[in-house]
């Protein structure tokens, strides 16, 4: 095989987290590094954000608002300030930070309000406080923004015609239309070394990146119509399994899905003139049709697999945001955050409202736990981080219990995180021996909260069960978000309302750190979509010629659900900064709401009794 000198280019289209490289870009150049392909990474994500917010990004924002929206006098203050409030995020100039806290520093717009609304934030010092108010004042750069750009978002792009879309044209149209957006993405395009180059991949992990994406693939066509184009990621592999519109190979020439490794293999192996292999996953555009090629080929793992590359990731120029006080939150936006696995899919995958018939999800394969220590240990080594992320579906305690061990025996001084499920698995003494070898908090989906709900989304753990795990994390320590869902067919006002008294007690307990309300969406993946008459739905399969993942359904009994949105997200938004933890739920509802059936201490009483039969 001849890989030659030439580079495979991975890029992150505008716009994700601005905190951390995004996981795909770093985990496949470590790969293909290992097979012996040289790489280059660029995340445009963060590079067109950088360019927005300095000096001459700002006079062309401005420029674009009318007049009535920023005073003049305003729009200096932000064009004198932005450069050293970016440079202090990327941890530089740290002695700004007293000039920030003194409040005389910075303008100050709308957003500072939720210094008013939040005891928490008041609570914050030095360093938090200062990367808090610096990150407000983002914030109102990325309102006015958006008020200049309709398209834009603070990490998403064109986030609303994306999702789930049935036709392709909206998309096609700004794909080749221009903003501030579009012209920056351009201008950091045209400073790459495109002739040294052999494939450039691009993944596209949310809705918010599909059309800075296209955008990237445009550009190629116009310019280097020569170099081969790879879509791949997250929103390819959900919403675009089913695509028939050929338009979108206007932009790429290869369509991959479920993960890269194998794919971007296969492809590399044929522009290096083997043409034996057959393509593996991958879409093509044929004759004016598409057509699908290898879609059952195993995925790489375990040896085939290289350690993530973030030695050429350009870490120093993430920014280290602090989006609320919350302790978790502002964990999970630090910058220094690295990005590992310990598992391929979700050794549970059996959710209802999961979608649990994709790959990534129904093919679960832990890794050697001993290989991620090494993983671990040569990042420490290469990049001085210490902080890593684990971002598994869920981290089976079994598996947990031998990293954990492997980390202690090795000595290794690190911190970490990552998503679980809360099962009877993680008793007191998992949770303590996760915490010596350095986890500092966990997510994991308590979705339903009541037996009932939990029962009804097969989640698999029962309240009681996912209390004892949250007991046994708090006692050693380890911070807890839980995602909650609402609007699941079946799920009642009641049984909400029941659920989220739940939620408030075991805030007041400690036992949370954080959660978020999701509304429930119906994706043609799931056994809720699969078993819809079991579920009491309607939803008939749509044939859309381009996105195919979210599906419009009936109940047979209406939940009203909708109505309950708000008043749970005015909720979590108080119980995260740990506000009115004490007060009635009826305070936080526009509508009239039934009482909790759930006493206001049986959290309480439950752990009380949990504790006695301990002892």
């Keep these: 095989m001849d890989n030659g000198r030439k580079k495979v280019l991975l890029l992150t289209p505008p716009f994700v987290q601005l905190n951390a490289p995004y996981a795909a870009v770093p985990f496949l150049a470590g790969t293909l590094e290992h097979h012996g392909y040289a790489t280059l990474q660029r995340d445009l994500s963060l590079a067109v954000a950088l360019r927005l917010f300095s000096p001459e990004g700002l006079d062309r924002l401005f420029a674009a608002l009318p007049a009535r929206l920023l005073a003049q006098s305003r729009r200096a203050s932000y064009r004198e300030t932005i450069a050293a409030v970016v440079a202090f995020l990327q941890g530089k100039n740290r002695s700004l930070a007293a000039h920030i806290r003194s409040r005389r520093f910075l303008p100050e717009g709308p957003r500072f309000r939720l210094l008013e609304e939040s005891p928490a934030a008041a609570r914050l010092q030095g360093d938090e406080q200062a990367r808090y108010l610096a990150t407000l004042y983002l914030d109102d750069l990325v309102d006015l923004a958006q008020r200049a750009i309709p398209l834009f978002g603070f990490s998403r792009y064109g986030e609303r015609i994306a999702q789930s879309p049935a036709t392709f044209d909206t998309l096609y149209r700004s794909a080749h239309e221009e903003d501030i957006i579009g012209m920056m993405l351009v201008e950091e395009l045209e400073q790459i070394l495109w002739s040294d180059l052999r494939l450039v991949a691009v993944t596209i992990p949310f809705p918010g990146t599909l059309v800075g994406a ?19 990621g997250g929103y390819v592999n959900t919403e675009l399994r089913e695509i028939r519109d050929p338009r ?25 003139g083997n043409e034996t292999p057959s393509l593996v996953r991958t879409a093509i555009r044929k004759n004016g049709k598409i057509s699908f090629v290898g879609e059952e080929t195993p995925d790489l793992w375990d040896e085939d697999l290289g350690t993530p590359r973030y030695d050429t990731a350009e870490l120093e120029r993430y920014l280290d945001l602090a ?12 910058r220094d955050t690295l990005k590992l696995r310990l598992t391929h899919g979700c050794h549970w995958h059996r959710c209802a409202f999961c979608d649990t018939t994709l790959p990534h999800i129904a093919r679960y394969r832990p890794l050697d ?19 890593f992320h684990f971002v598994d579906e869920a981290l089976p305690p079994a ?31 998992t949770c303590r021996l996760l915490k010596e070898s350095g986890c500092v908090a966990v997510t994991g989906g308590l979705e339903g909260v009541t037996d009932t709900m939990l029962a009804a989304m097969r989640k698999g753990i029962t309240l009681s069960e996912a209390i004892g795990a ?11 978000h839980a995602y909650l869902i609402y609007g699941f067919p079946g799920q009642d006002i009641q049984e909400t309302i029941d659920g989220l008294e739940i939620v408030r007690q075991l805030f007041a307990a400690r036992l949370l750190t954080s959660a978020y309300y999701h ?4 994706t043609v993946h799931s056994p809720v979509f699969a078993e819809q008459a079991a579920f009491g739905i309607s939803a008939p399969r749509r044939e859309n010629p381009f996105a195919n993942n979210d599906v419009a359904y009936r109940e047979k009994q209406p939940s009203g659900a909708d109505a309950l949105g708000p008043g749970l997200r005015k909720a979590i938004y108080n119980y995260l900064h740990r506000n ?16 909790p059936r759930v006493p206001r201490r049986w959290v309480k009483e439950m752990l009380f009794l949990a504790n006695a039969t301990e002892r």
Excluded at 369 to 387: E, I, K, M, N, S
Excluded at 408 to 428: A, M, T, Y
Excluded at 470 to 480: E, F, K, P, W
């Design 519 to 522: 509304r429930f969406a119906l």
């Design 399 to 429: 598996l947990l219990r031998r990293f954990a061990k492997e980390i202690v025996r090795r000595n290794l001084s690190i911190s970490w995180w990552g998503n679980i499920r809360f099962e009877k698995g993680f008793d007191r003494k």
């Design 369 to 387: 736990p001993a290989f991620v220590a090494d993983q671990v240990t040569h990042l420490v080594a290469t990049t001085g981080r210490r902080l």
């Design 580 to 595: 009115l933890l004490n007060a009635p739920i009826s305070l936080f509802f526009d509508v009239l709401i039934p009482r």
């Design 470 to 480: 949250l007991a046994s994390l708090n006692d050693a320590g380890v911070m807890a």
């Design 214 to 232: 296209l955008r990237i693939g445009k550009f190629l066509k116009q310019h280097y119509p020569h170099l081969p184009v790879a879509f791949g």
């Design 323 to 334: 989006e609320t006080p919350n302790p978790l939150h502002r964990l999970w936006s630090r």
């Design 248 to 272: 979108l190979f206007d932009f790429c020439d290869y369509l991959v899905f479920d993960d890269g490794e194998a794919p971007l293999r296969a492809i590399l192996e044929r522009l290096g």
